[in-house]
């Protein structure tokens, strides 16, 4: 098993991609930690866990919220004495119509930037004790480059994930920690996708695909699988695309 008894927290695991992750990671023989603001499908996702005989525990997290981090934390060592790797996976869509809305911008900041920025703060300190930990940011293809019907805040909440994580990379590398940003491009749609989850749109966002389909939230999880162990014991600061090729075009 990739992840033997490593004890990880993932955001947004009550849906998508960190559902994905989460699942994935427990099989690998990790402790999980399912953290979310969705309370019945997050404590849905450590049951089906346990019922898999993998190790699971729901936390409520908010990930824009300081103290909601620090009661994670405390949770988390209370029961398993030790955080190995965090996948600040949790987001929401920048499919916002309006494409000047402030109120848009203001959450994107606050959940997109804001609540990886918290978790790496959160989490650090734990791993500088310990001398190691992993950290998979994830960003996406609008943190690389805009699109047209993207607002720019997720574009800029997303950038900031790219470059906070390789300045995480550099900043606490002496401490053992690894930090790297993994970039998902066509997935099924956010619970918050608005203009994305149209299949018009859709339809037209997938000619831009070179693989010519969308990707499945499995394949976002692998990377995260393998950026989290020890496999990637020479990787950090790098930003993974999961794409089908969309950014090489
Ligand atoms: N779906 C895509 O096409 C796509 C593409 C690129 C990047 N991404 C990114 O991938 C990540 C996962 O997206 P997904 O497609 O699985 O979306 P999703 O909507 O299915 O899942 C996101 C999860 O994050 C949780 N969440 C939202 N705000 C939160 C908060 N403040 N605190 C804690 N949890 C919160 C939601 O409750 C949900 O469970 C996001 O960061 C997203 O921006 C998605």
Known sequence: MRLQDKVVIVTGAASGMGVATARLFAREG?????????????????????????????????????????????ATLAAYGKIDILINNAGVSGSDPDRLSLETWDRQMSINAKGVFLGMRAVIPVMQ???????????????????????????????AVRTMTKAAA????????RVNSVHPGLL???????????????????????????????????????LASEEAS????????VDGGFLAM
């Open 234 to 241: 020479y990787i950090t600061g790098i930003e993974l695309p």
């Open 30 to 74: 990790a402790k999980v930690i399912v953290a979310d603001v969705l309370d019945v499908e997050g404590n849905r996702v450590a049951d089906a866990i346990k019922s898999d005989r993998g190790e699971a525990r729901f936390q409520h997290l908010d990930v824009g919220s300081e103290p909601d981090w620090a009661a994670a934390v405390a």
């Open 188 to 226: 099924p749609p956010m619970r918050t996708s608005v203009l994305s989850a149209d299949p018009k749109v859709r339809a037209g966002m997938l000619k831009a695909v070179p693989l010519g389909r969308e990707g499945r939230v499995e394949e976002v999880a692998y990377a995260n699988l393998f």
């Open 170 to 177: 550099v900043q606490f590398a002496r401490d053992g920690i």
């Open 129 to 159: 004790k310990a001398k190691s930990g992993a950290i998979v940011n994830t960003s996406s293809i609008s943190g690389i480059t805009g699109q047209v019907f993207v607002h720019m805040g997720y574009n800029a909440a997303k950038g």
